[in-house]
Structure formats: structure tokens, C-alpha cells
């Protein structure tokens, strides 16, 4: 049974920092490419940060040196640390887990970003 777990959501001020965990089970962890999405109200789901198997990144540009994306292999877990934390990236993340037709996703977690 294929599991996506996310954790780490909350509510934060402009200017500050959180760390998503997303704990992967049920498939070959390794050989998967993870990613982590958000959809804000009234939007459409975007492609925030994405690593491959091997270990190449990809961030999309509105977030592009100040969040970083990882994995640990070992522990079967992705991480998105999101630093100078805006109001614009208020949104639910989801993590995501893509290797060719197969793709499973998380039940997401609550960015809020507010004074």
C-alpha cells in the first residue's frame, strides 16, 4: 500500500522559514522521481521543486533560491526547507511521487503565510 505522508505545515510570518517532510512507503523509493506541488485557493496546482532518482533539482522560478528541495534514501523521505517565506506561497503542498506511468501523491499540508 502506497503511502505519502506530509508533515511540517503551519502558519508563519512573511520572512520566515518551515521544512516539509513527506514520508514515502509502499514503493521503491529510490528509484522514483519526488516532487512537491501547491495549490492555492482558486488556483491550479503548480510544480514548486522536483528531484530526480539521481539527484537533480528543478524549482520553479517564483521560488528559485529560496527553497530547496532533498531527499534522504535511507529514510524514505523528501524534504522542501522554504526560506524569506511570502504571503504568495500560502497554499496547500502536496508531495509527489512520479517513475513513468506510476504516480502517487500525498494528502497535502497547510502553508499559510501571514502576519
Known amino acids: 500500500q502506497v503511502q505519502l505522508v506530509e508533515s511540517g505545515g503551519g502558519l508563519v510570518q512573511p520572512g520566515g522559514s518551515l521544512r516539509l517532510s513527506c514520508a514515502a512507503s509502499?514503493?521503491?523509493?529510490?528509484?522514483?522521481?519526488m516532487a512537491w506541488y501547491r495549490q492555492a485557493p482558486e488556483k491550479e496546482r503548480e510544480l514548486v521543486a522536483a528531484i530526480s532518482s539521481g539527484g537533480s533539482t528543478y524549482y520553479a522560478d517564483s521560488v528559485k533560491g529560496r527553497f530547496t528541495i532533498s531527499r534522504d534514501n535511507a529514510k524514505n523521505t523528501v524534504y522542501l526547507q522554504m526560506n524569506s517565506l511570502k504571503s504568495e506561497d500560502t497554499a496547500v503542498y502536496y508531495c509527489?511521487?512520479?517513475?513513468?506511468?506510476?504516480?502517487?501523491w500525498g494528502q497535502g499540508t497547510q502553508v499559510t503565510v501571514s502576519s
Open positions: 509527489n511521487a512520479q517513475r513513468g506511468w506510476d504516480r502517487y
Open positions: 509502499g514503493f521503491t523509493f529510490g528509484s522514483y522521481t
